[in-house]
């Protein structure tokens, strides 16, 4: 029996009080969507079975180019990281696996696998991390790091890729993330050829040395830390890297890696099409790359990833099994409390994109009905499918309300008076 950080008592009280409720919003959502030929314990079931995995850095208060404001209860290391993966998955029952970031990381292999299977949980793709110089790094990725001009900075930054996949060897991961902050901040401060040509050098060692079972996912990213170029800047490079490498290199798709409105939806597509999406990292964005919960700017945008993830499911779409990762920075709100949500909307557009009539849509598609294949879209959209969310956490053991069961255990309260109080810091912007 996996070890609980909340009292178990303190949900079951909580479910108490809601679980009434739940039943009759269930039974009349129920009788809502046999209407329309629709099975709501089928949805539950495939909702039920619907997971994202926790990024552990996620735990921890994020920060801007200008200053970090860390907030009680930080954690101290990647066990307390854990931990507090733990009390996610308990409440929200749609997290079982977290996944790590190397150096942030870095501890015993087999101490990692004792402390997540004490609570149940197990780890999903490792993430290298060239991006930043980690302490006591002998040389500097100021510079670039896969595609640098220095060899011998390269040479460090595939060895810390390998040392990834030995660590995520032991704890059981079956695929690493490589996102990489190289690019240039100038007009012709590299050259885009060659510093792409020593980046898949680089990377086609690192793509022989996975085990025959894991993948590869590259990230693409259009701009930041670099603002002239990068050196994986958009989905098209990414699709040529990982034809580049070979059949378990795939791509890996953020949502706050792109210019404001770009069709990402359309992306997802295309990937799919040609065996080539790898997963995703789950956030949302009014700017830029602003890490902001999953859904709460525009919800519409991820039904609309979810709708071709789904028709994608229900076709059978050839070599299609995409990871789901929540990576998000938190500034302004709790950590555990974000991502709970985060996980919670992703399950809520996965849900809704189940409910769309495939039949109707592309009856409507063929005849080149553009409202009506629009409202088919949006009548699955507009369906309130909480009870379904809700039903499933409760039958999983979880928190009908998971963010009101968080605040009454008295949880952040107690991390933070057993977890030193970490000091503020600046970005050196003035």
């Given at each position: ?49 619907f ?7 996620g ?14 209860g ?6 307390d ?11 929200a ?17 087999n ?8 609570f ?9 991390n ?47 993330t ?12 590299s ?47 990414n ?21 404001p ?22 956030n ?10 999953a ?38 709100t ?46 699955a959209?507009?369906t ?27 949880y952040?309260?107690k ?16």
């Amino acid at each position: 029996m996996a070890e609980q950080l909340i009292a178990a008592d303190i949900v079951e009280k909580d479910n108490a009080a809601r679980e009434a409720n739940l039943k009759r919003d269930y039974d009349a959502l129920g009788e809502q969507l046999a209407r329309r030929g629709i099975a709501i314990d089928g949805i539950l079931k495939k909702v039920s079975a619907f997971h994202v995995a926790i990024p552990s850095w996620g735990v921890g208060t994020g920060g801007t180019r200008f200053a970090r404001f860390p907030g009680p209860g930080e954690p101290r290391d990647v066990f307390d990281k854990i931990e507090d993966c733990a009390v996610i998955q308990q409440l929200a029952r749609a997290t079982p696996t977290v996944s790590l970031h190397i150096p942030w990381d870095k501890a015993d292999p087999n101490r990692l696998k004792q402390a997540a299977s004490r609570f149940g949980l197990s780890f999903d793709a490792m993430n290298s991390n060239t991006f930043s110089d980690a302490k006591d790094q002998k040389l500097s990725y100021k510079f670039g790091s896969l595609s640098h001009s220095d060899p011998a900075v390269r040479r460090q930054a595939v060895e810390h890729n390998l040392q990834c996949i030995e660590i995520g060897k032991v704890i059981g991961s079956k695929a690493l993330t490589v996102w990489i902050g190289d690019g240039s901040n100038f007009p012709g401060q590299s050259n885009f050829t060659r510093v792409f040509e020593r980046y898949l050098e680089a990377m086609r060692e690192i793509y022989g040395a996975l085990p025959e079972d894991w993948r590869l996912f590259t990230e693409h990213k259009m701009y930041e830390p670099a603002f002239y170029s990068t050196v994986v800047q958009d989905w098209g490079t990414n699709y040529i890297i990982a034809e580049q490498l070979g059949p378990k290199a795939y791509c890996l798709v953020d949502l706050g890696h792109h210019a404001p409105n770009v069709n990402i939806e359309m992306i997802v597509a295309r990937l799919i099409q040609f065996g080539k999406l790898g997963g995703f990292h789950f956030n949302d964005s009014k700017y830029g790359d602003d890490d902001l919960d999953a859904g709460s700017i525009d919800p519409f945008r991820l039904f609309l990833v979810f709708n071709e993830l789904v028709d994608a499911e229900l076709r059978g779409a050839s070599g299609f099994d995409p990871a789901h990762m929540l990576d998000q920075s938190h500034n302004v709100t709790d950590p555990i409390e974000s991502l709970m949500l985060s996980a919670v909307e992703v399950q809520r557009a996965y849900a809704q994109a189940l409910l769309v009539n495939r039949k109707a849509l592309e009856a409507y598609q063929d005849d080149n009905d553009a409202l009506m294949a629009r409202e088919t879209l949006k009548a699955a959209y507009r369906t309130d499918v909480e009870p379904i969310l809700a039903r499933a956490r409760l039958d999983a053991g979880g928190a009908i309300d998971p963010v009101a069961a968080y605040r009454t255990s008295g949880y952040r309260k107690k991390v933070a008076a057993e977890r030193p109080a970490v000091a503020s810091g600046g970005g050196g912007i003035v």
